[in-house]
C-alpha cells in the first residue's frame, strides 16, 4: 500500500516548518483591520476541531457539511476532517430549503456546520423549513453552529438541534496534547476529501467527490503552473463552499502563498485590503474584477504588486479587464478552465501560449491528465482541428457522486472518458481552447457559430458595457442570432447602430436579427460568480420587445 500525506498532514509540516507563516487572512466587513492566521493558529484550530469530531463518533468515510461563508473556520474544517477521515462538502450560503435539503439527502452528514448572525442570512429559518421536509426515518446530523465575529447574539442550540445534538462552534477548545498523535497524518490517499455541488442547470445539483491524493495532487500542479513564490498573496473573495474558491486559496497555501478571503464580496474594502498586504494573484469571473475596476476608478490605488489574473469569462469583460490590469499593473490576465467534476484550474492558458483567448482553455496542468476532441453525438474521433466535445480522463476527474443512484455513470463515455458537455478545439496535445457550452452553440444558415465571437464584436463598441447573444427560430424554423446589450451610462446607441457595427466586421450570416438594448442582465449568482441566464434570454428573444 501507498502511503501519502493526509491535509491534515501536510497542515503539521507547513506549521512545524513556519509556525508564523500567514495562511489565511480574513477580511470582515465589522473589523477595522484584516485578521490573519498563521500556520500555527490553523493546525491548533483543526487539531480541536478533529479531536471533537472524533469524541462524536465521526470518522472514516463520513461526511461534514460546511455551510459557512467564506471564513478561516471553513480552511480549518476542511483539515480536521481529513484528521479523522472523513470528507467535507461545501454548502452554498445562497442555498434556500430545496437545494439544502438535497444536499443533505444526497450527502447523509454526519455533522452540519452552519453559521449564525452572519449579516441578514437566517441559516437557522432556512434550516427549520429543511427539517419540515425530510423524509421519515432520515438520520438528521449533529449541527454544530459557528457564531459570526461580530455575532449580536448567543445560538439558541436547542433551536439549532434536529435531532441527533448541537454545539457551539466557538466552545470546541484547544486540544489536549496528548490526543492530538492519534490524529491521521498519512493515508493510503483513497479515502474522499472533498466534494462539490455541480451547478445544476438540468435540475438539482450533483455533489462531485474527489479522493484526497486525486485533490492533493491537482493542487500541487494547479500551484506549480500559476509559480507561486513564497511570500505571495491569494487574493480569493469567491467562497470555499465552490470549487474555484477552494482551489484558488488552498493551491496558494500548497504553493507556499497565503490567501485573502471576504466573506460578502465588497470591492472598495477588498481594493483597500490587496493594495495594503500587497496581492500578488486572482482567480475568479470576470464579473467581480468588473467590480473592482469600477471602485478602482473612484478611488485609484496601488496594484503593483498585482502580478497574474486567472480569468473565468462569465460576463464578456474579461478583455477590458485584462487591458486595463496589464496598463495599469503589468498583470499577466489567462483564461482558466475547470468545474466541480474536474477541479477548476485544470487548465490555463500559460506565458507561451499567453497569445490564447481570455476565455477558457489552456495547458492541462499535469502530465497525468488527457482530452480528446469527439462527436458529441458518437465519442468517435473527429479530423485535426474540428470543434466537438471536450473530454477528459486523468486523476482530477471526480472520484464519485455523493448519494448517486445511477446518474453519474451518464457523465461518462463508454470507454471511460468525462463528458464535459463543452465545445472546444485542440491546440496541441496537451492545450486545448474552450468554445462555448454544446448547447449555446449556434446554427446560422448551416454553419457553427460561437456566440461569444458575435458578443466580442459589441462590446469593442465603445457605448456597449455587456453583450450576450442567443439563439431563437425564425419563420421558416431556422435558427436566428438575437442580441441583448447593456450600454454605458448615458449612450444614445441604437439597435440597428449596433447591427451596422457588427456588420462592418462579420459575415452577414452572424449579424443578429435583432439587437435589444436592456438595462440590465438577468443573472443567477452560483459558488464561482455571477452568471447570465441564457435562458432567461432565449425566453425573452421569443417574445416581442417591450
Known amino acids: 500500500m501507498t502511503t501519502t500525506r493526509t491535509l491534515y498532514g501536510h497542515l503539521r509540516d507547513w506549521a512545524a516548518d513556519s509556525p508564523d507563516r500567514v495562511l489565511v487572512t480574513q477580511l470582515d466587513p465589522e473589523a477595522a483591520d484584516p485578521a490573519p492566521v498563521t500556520a500555527r493558529a490553523l493546525l491548533t484550530r483543526a487539531s480541536a476541531l478533529a479531536v471533537w469530531l472524533r469524541r462524536h463518533g465521526v470518522g472514516e468515510g463520513d ?28 454548502v452554498n450560503t445562497r442555498y434556500n430549503v430545496a437545494e439544502i435539503g438535497h444536499v443533505l439527502l444526497k450527502a447523509r452528514p ?5 453559521a449564525h448572525g452572519f449579516q441578514r442570512v437566517d441559516f437557522l429559518h432556512t434550516l427549520r423549513r429543511v427539517a419540515e421536509n425530510l423524509p421519515h426515518g432520515f438520520r438528521p446530523p449533529r449541527v454544530v453552529v459557528t457564531p459570526a465575529p461580530a455575532a449580536e447574539s448567543e445560538p439558541n442550540l436547542r433551536a439549532w438541534d434536529l435531532g441527533a445534538g448541537s454545539a457551539n462552534a466557538a466552545a470546541i477548545a484547544a486540544p489536549r496534547p496528548e490526543a492530538v498523535p492519534a490524529l491521521r497524518t498519512d493515508g493510503d490517499g483513497a479515502l474522499l476529501a472533498v466534494a462539490f455541488t455541480t451547478s445544476g442547470s438540468t435540475g438539482m445539483p450533483k455533489l462531485a467527490a474527489h479522493s484526497e491524493a486525486t485533490t492533493i495532487h491537482h493542487l500541487r500542479s494547479a500551484a506549480a503552473q500559476v509559480g507561486f513564490r513564497q511570500g505571495d498573496l491569494m487574493v480569493e473573495p469567491l467562497p470555499y463552499s465552490g470549487v474555484f474558491g477552494y482551489v484558488a486559496g488552498m493551491a496558494a497555501l500548497f504553493g507556499g502563498a497565503g490567501v485573502l478571503i471576504q466573506p460578502a464580496f465588497e470591492p472598495d474594502a477588498l481594493l483597500h485590503a490587496w493594495t495594503r498586504l500587497g496581492g500578488t ?26 502580478r497574474w489574473t486567472g480569468i473565468a469569462d462569465f460576463q464578456g469583460m474579461s478583455e477590458r479587464i485584462a487591458a486595463w490590469s496589464a496598463s495599469e499593473f503589468g498583470t499577466s490576465t489567462v483564461g482558466v478552465y475547470g468545474s466541480s467534476e474536474v477541479f477548476a484550474l485544470t487548465s490555463f492558458w500559460t506565458p507561451a501560449t499567453e497569445d490564447g483567448p481570455r476565455t477558457g482553455g489552456g495547458r492541462l496542468v499535469a502530465e497525468d491528465y488527457a482530452y480528446r476532441i469527439v462527436d458529441p453525438a458518437t465519442d468517435g474521433p473527429l479530423p485535426a482541428g474540428a470543434r466537438g466535445e471536450l473530454q477528459l480522463q486523468g486523476p482530477n476527474v471526480v472520484t464519485s457522486y455523493l448519494g448517486d443512484a445511477g446518474e453519474g ?3 461518462f463515455s463508454e470507454d471511460g472518458w468525462f463528458r464535459t458537455g463543452d465545445l472546444a478545439e485542440a491546440v496541441d496535445e496537451r492545450t486545448f481552447a474552450y468554445i462555448c457550452r454544446i448547447g449555446d452553440v449556434l446554427r446560422l444558415r448551416g454553419f457553427m457559430v460561437d456566440p461569444a465571437e458575435i458578443e466580442m464584436h459589441l462590446t469593442d463598441h465603445p ?10 427560430p425564425d419563420a421558416r424554423g431556422e435558427t436566428e442570432a438575437v442580441a441583448f446589450v447593456v450600454t454605458t451610462p448615458g449612450s444614445a446607441v441604437t439597435g440597428e447602430e449596433l447591427r451596422a457595427h457588427i456588420r462592418a466586421d462579420l459575415a452577414r450570416y452572424k449579424v443578429p436579427a435583432e439587437v435589444r438594448i436592456i438595462e440590465a442582465m438577468p443573472t443567477t449568482a452560483g459558488t464561482n460568480g455571477q452568471k447570465i441566464r441564457a435562458a432567461a434570454l432565449r425566453d425573452w428573444a421569443s417574445s416581442p420587445a417591450s
Open 409 to 411: 455513470a451518464k457523465a
Open 281 to 306: 494573484h486572482y482567480v475568479g469571473g470576470d464579473d467581480m474584477l468588473a467590480r473592482v475596476r469600477e471602485a478602482w476608478q473612484e478611488s485609484p490605488a496601488d496594484l503593483r504588486t498585482w
Open 63 to 90: 461526511c461534514v457539511a460546511v455551510w459557512l461563508p467564506a471564513w478561516a473556520e471553513s480552511y480549518a474544517w476542511q483539515f480536521a476532517a481529513s484528521a479523522v477521515g472523513a470528507h467535507v462538502i461545501g
Open 463 to 472: 457605448e456597449v458595457a455587456v453583450a450576450k447573444v442567443v439563439g431563437r
Open 110 to 114: 454526519a455533522v452540519l456546520v452552519a
